[in-house]
C-alpha cells in the first residue's frame, strides 16, 4: 500500500505560480497511473491531470491546460503539479491520488493540500 502526502501549497495572487509535490512511500508508485484533483469549498471533486505510470501520457482538464504541468520522477517516487497563471477559480484543495490498476480507479489518496488564490 502506498501512502501520499501533498505539500506546496498555499496564498498565492492571481497571476502567481505554485509547485505542488506529491511524496509517495510504500507501494508501487512507479507502476501506478497517478492523478491530481482538486475540491473547491461546496462544490464536487475534479480532475486536473492523469499522468501515465511513465509520464509518457498526460491529460489536464480543459480548465489548466495550457497553465498547468504535471510531472513524475519515479526514482524520487514523486510527483509534481506546477501551476502557473493562477486564477480565483483555482482556489482549492489539491489532492493527489494512485491508480493501481490504471483503470481510472484511484485507491489511494493523499490529504490535501490548500491552494488559495487571492484576487
Known amino acids: 500500500q502506498v501512502q501520499l502526502v501533498e505539500s506546496g501549497g498555499g496564498l498565492v495572487q492571481v497571476g502567481g505560480s505554485l509547485r505542488l509535490s506529491c511524496a509517495a512511500s510504500?507501494?508501487?508508485?512507479?507502476?501506478?497511473?497517478m492523478g491530481w484533483f482538486r475540491q473547491a469549498a461546496g462544490k464536487e471533486r475534479e480532475i486536473v491531470s492523469i499522468?501515465?505510470?511513465?509520464?509518457?501520457?498526460?491529460h489536464y482538464s480543459d480548465s489548466v491546460k495550457g497553465r498547468f504541468t504535471t510531472s513524475r520522477d519515479n526514482a524520487k517516487k514523486m510527483l509534481y503539479l506546477e501551476m502557473n497563471n493562477l486564477k480565483p477559480e483555482d482556489t482549492a484543495v489539491y489532492y493527489c491520488?494512485?491508480?493501481?490498476?490504471?483503470?481510472?480507479?484511484?485507491?489511494?489518496w493523499g490529504q490535501g493540500t490548500q491552494v488559495t488564490v487571492s484576487s
Open positions: 491520488a494512485g491508480d493501481r490498476a490504471g483503470r481510472g480507479t484511484y485507491d489511494y
Open positions: 510504500g507501494g508501487a508508485f512507479s507502476s501506478y497511473a
Open positions: 499522468i501515465s505510470w511513465n509520464g509518457d501520457h498526460i
